[in-house]
Structure formats: structure tokens, C-alpha cells
């Protein structure tokens, strides 16, 4: 028996992530309205935005020595979460209008 619950948490909002990447990167493909575009990466935003929120639940410390590398953790995952916050939609259209199998980065440097 597994010691967690499958498919929760983090791990089901990274595959809904992934879902919104594969519909965003199908309406880009299907040269789709730009208001489907738009939407599209919204969503994807909002998926990611979750992915956070959950990660950083689940980082939480139990013990009082954890709490040095939950603070590093906590703090990359706010500088993220405030990247995708400000990051343009059609900036977001750009960076997985390319077609391949890895996600994408964003460049954090123009942010």
C-alpha cells in the first residue's frame, strides 16, 4: 500500500497543468480565434498558479529544523508565483507556441 493518496495534491494539479499546456498548445495550432488564445493561456496560468499554491502546502515543515529549507523553498516558489502573475497572456502564447515535448521556461530576466 502506497504511504500517500494517488493522484492529490501537487501531482493532480500538475497533470491538469499539463492538460491546459496541451489544449493551449491545439488551439495554437489549430491557428484558433484570439479570444480562444487568451483564454486559453488563462487557464494555463491559473493551472500553474495552483501547482504552486499546492506545492508550497506540501512543503510545509513538520519539525522546527525543517524550516531553513522550507523558507528557500517557500521563497522560489513566490518569486514563480509572481513571475506568472505579471507575465502577459500573449507572452504566454509565445512561449509554448513551440512545438516540443519538454515545457517551456519562462525568462525570468524580462520579468
Known sequence: M???IARSGAAKKKNIFRQRVL???GEIGREGPAHRLRRGAERLRTARLNVIRALLAESR???EEDEAAFAATAANL???R???EIV???EII?????TT???????RKRW
Open 2 to 4: 502506497t504511504a500517500y
Open 23 to 25: 489544449e493551449l498548445r
Open 61 to 63: 515543515p513538520v519539525r
Open 78 to 80: 513566490e518569486r514563480e
Open 82 to 84: 509572481q513571475l506568472w
Open 88 to 90: 502577459p497572456v500573449e
Open 94 to 98: 509565445q512561449i509554448y507556441a513551440e
Open 101 to 107: 515535448e519538454e515545457l517551456p521556461r519562462i525568462d
